[in-house]
């Protein structure tokens, strides 16, 4: 299987290869393009399916100010099939300031949101520290909502970076909430050269809200619905789409250990892969992997 390659790739080649942080990065003189493809893989335990789509990335970074950001993810789920599209902007101010602005519409599925938003705004502190705040609003089919709020600390040093957030999700209608915590560290300050990154993550909702986009990958831009809406926690999942519903009774502890790598192949080309382990507790284990193409121009 995909994410079992995958593990076994990036595990020996994360603790092995690190990007020199005395090396300068080269200043930007032009226009830089990548174009990601490729494709990831989730397997659960005790019935509930596997997860499993293609990603097309773009990303495209101007001489001044920060990158604008493009994506195409597909998902073919025990629930159904559907398409995520997003776009998005960082915008740069004052020295190591910056925020991040981003859409996204969800097509063919109830388990995707038809609309979200994206905000994330990271300030600097000085002295290498800065305060993250992220949140987003995630809207599916019977006007039902999921509002999310994370905020904590980071701290950047040569070569090496790390961060912590604590995060709430709302649901609405109904007013329900989650909580959770998330912890990443990364090795590697360009974005272009040899990275690592570890993410670790734990609470009630965590599994599909994690990463910035909202899915159990750094990579791959999932419902962003958190614990309680998609599928009911205490049923597997069918081959029928599960109704946006909150969870009956106590809802289960989460927890998700995601690894990334970036390897550059040429001054073209390069690889990302991650590989991701999940528990629901007493409801499903997952295993997941996904791997990138990486085209600069």
Excluded: C
Aim: charged share 15%; no cysteine.
């Amino acid at each position: 299987m995909l994410w079992r390659s995958i593990l076994l790739l990036a595990m020996p080649m994360a603790l092995s290869a690190q990007e020199d942080p005395s090396l300068p990065e080269p200043a930007q003189t032009s226009t830089v393009t990548q174009v990601a493809v490729g494709g990831y893989d989730q397997s659960f335990s005790n019935g509930w399916g596997r997860w499993q789509g293609w990603t097309l990335e773009a990303t495209i970074y101007p001489t001044q100010n920060g990158p604008w950001e493009f994506a195409a993810t597909t998902f073919d789920r025990p629930e159904g099939r559907g398409t995520m599209l997003s776009a998005g902007k960082e915008l740069l101010f004052g020295e190591a300031s910056s925020t991040f602005l981003g859409l996204s519409a969800g097509s063919n599925s109830d388990f995707l949101p038809l609309f979200r938003a994206d905000l994330d705004v990271r300030l600097d502190l000085g002295a290498g520290w800065r305060l993250d705040l992220a949140g987003a609003l995630s809207r599916f089919t019977q006007n039902q909502e999921v509002r999310m709020l994370q905020l904590g600390p980071a701290y950047e040093g040569a070569g090496w970076s790390v961060s912590a957030k604590a995060q709430r999700l709302t649901y609405e209608p109904g007013g329900d909430s989650d909580l959770g915590g998330i912890l990443n560290v990364r090795f590697g300050r360009s974005g272009f050269g040899i990275w690592h990154s570890l993410r670790l993550a734990a609470g009630r909702g965590i599994l599909e809200s994690s990463a910035s986009g909202g899915g159990l990958s750094t990579m791959t831009t999932m419902s962003g619905s958190g614990g309680r809406f998609g599928r009911h926690a205490s049923t597997p999942a069918t081959s029928t789409a599960t109704p946006l519903t909150a969870s009956a009774g106590p809802v289960p502890l989460e927890r998700l250990v995601s690894l990334t790598g970036h390897w550059p192949l040429t001054k073209r080309f390069a690889l990302r892969a991650e590989a991701s382990w999940g528990e629901k507790v007493s409801t499903y284990v997952l295993w997941g992997g996904g791997l990138q193409v990486i085209v600069t121009f």
